[in-house]
């Protein structure tokens, strides 16, 4: 993905489009979400998973969160 493709994306975006930026397969990404090693947060909507664009440009400019970041839904408990 280019920098203007991703300066182009949507506030929020899909899970299979996140890990695309990353560079990463689809599985993967899941996976790293299930478990709660996706290093930014997630947002759930119902079944729906979305990732704030924003986040992915800070893990990609080489921010490190020292652990996963939690999701919306986590910490609203």
Do not use: F, N
Not at 18 to 33: F, K, T
């Amino acid at each position: 993905m280019t920098h203007i493709e991703l300066a182009q994306l949507p506030p929020l975006v899909d899970l299979p489009t996140a890990a695309s930026v990353l560079g990463i397969g689809r599985g993967l990404a899941y996976e790293l979400v299930r478990t709660g090693a996706w290093p930014t947060p997630v947002v759930r909507m119902g079944k729906l998973i979305r990732i704030p664009t924003a986040c992915l440009r800070r893990v990609l400019d080489g921010e490190v969160l020292t652990e996963a970041a939690p999701s919306v839904a986590d910490r609203q408990r």
